[in-house]
DNA sequence: TTAATATTCTAACAATCGTTAGAATATAGG
DNA sequence: CCTATATTCTAACGATTGTTAGAATATTAA
């Protein structure tokens, strides 16, 4: 027979286990890039920039912590996100660490750093722009991220392809580029190359994960 | 200057210390007393069975995560959330171990011992039924965090009181107690003493951290 | 001032975790 | 069958964390 204060501290150790899968800045930045979508170890591994066994380690723990799921396809072993629940969790997290931690807040302000740079948009309000023509969403993650899933009316080119398909893009059109979201540098780095070449470019702040969670549509395709 | 890996880096890096403040069950727990509303170390320490010391440890990691503010009041330090957002988090992070962790659920239901103790109740009919006066709302925490927030139209007595004040409760109306949320075993030991004194008791899974999070309202005596 | 109380700080130990390297496993293709 | 590739397992290390005990600090009351 278990005391009451077994019961108590077994309630709270169940809910550590998740704490401890969100304690890792690698787990975090694992989850985000899930969050775009499944993608094999080695992918993972050379999107967060670590080893692959370091990778497989921790994506051991995350689905461990019943976070992630995995299949097998051929030779490579496939991880995802086991809940679009999983994708707001983290979205939940970065926002209160982005409204409590005042280093966070700085880090984050430095990155704007060009005045051309401007301030993220509304969603609502970029979507009905971007049925009507008078934007071009331009999503510049991986071609991979965008066919699992996109904003609507977006157009994919990659970052790493950018600078060759320029003439893709109108001049006179004012381009939103997004991409994973709030953390990830692609769409910075975009819109500081269109507007040097003469575009009219801003970043869009969202991602996926956060037009999710915002009740937001999304695309795909399949 | 830095590098886009290193700048990428440094922002997982300040969210890890969110994750890692919610990676102790001990901290957790905390978290969950302080949800009712301030309180000294040493009430804390009691309240989750731990020392003292322990507990300034764990305060002084949670006020470092910015979830913590403390003030001082003659001898005692009272520490309080530092924003009804960490309760919101605290909810949210509950809640994902709730759906995801099969263990915590077959823990949680191991706790229904008793066939008359039915099912959590819906929040906004309860509340209609309290203000008609059909049911008896019974808030069976401790006095002090009944007078910082209660749900409307609730009536306190503490469960430590009960077995002495059952002469307060009409015997042929409903009552539905509730305590400090899911992870309390305070309203269950209730419901199970008013049961078997001839009662018709039933237990709210909610507490009024859940409450707010549902966005349904609260009083308070000052 | 001194004594009592509440809390924090410091130091130390054991347990846990992140990371790395080397061996092991599973699959696909020849 | 063998070989190459992708991933995991095992073992080991150093760093970090939870926990405890003893000293130090801050406040109140006498």
Redesign the pocket.
């Known amino acids: 027979m278990k005391t009451t204060r077994q019961i108590t501290d077994s309630l709270y150790e169940q809910v550590e286990r998740l704490g ?1 899968a969100l ?5 975090l930045e694992l989850i985000e890039i899930l969050c775009q979508g499944e993608k ?4 993972l ?1 050379q999107a967060a920039s ?12 995350l689905k461990a912590a019943r976070l992630l799921e ?1 299949r ?8 995802r996100l086991a809940d679009i629940q999983v994708a707001t969790l983290w979205v939940a997290l970065r926002t209160a660490a982005e409204s409590r931690l005042t280093s966070l807040q700085t880090a984050m302000r430095a990155l704007v750093t060009h005045p051309n740079e401007l301030a993220p948009m509304n969603g609502k309000k970029l979507l009905s722009q971007a049925k009507r023509g008078e934007v071009i969403v331009l999503d510049v993650r991986p071609v991979d991220e965008y066919r699992t899933a996109h904003l609507p009316h977006a157009r994919s080119i990659p970052l790493a392809e950018l600078k060759q398909r320029l003439k893709e893009l109108p001049v006179n059109c004012k381009v939103v580029a997004y991409c994973r979201g709030p953390f990830c540098l692609m769409a910075r780095e975009a819109v500081a190359l269109l507007n040097k070449k003469g575009f009219k470019a801003v970043r869009l702040e969202q991602g996926v994960a956060e037009w999710r969670t915002q009740g937001l549509p999304l695309a795909s395709d399949n």
Chains 1, 2 share one sequence.
């Open positions: 401890k304690a890792s800045p690698k787990r094999p170890v080695e992918q591994a670590i080893t692959v066994k370091l990778t497989s380690a921790h994506l051991k723990a995995a097998r396809e051929g030779r490579n072993i496939y991880y």
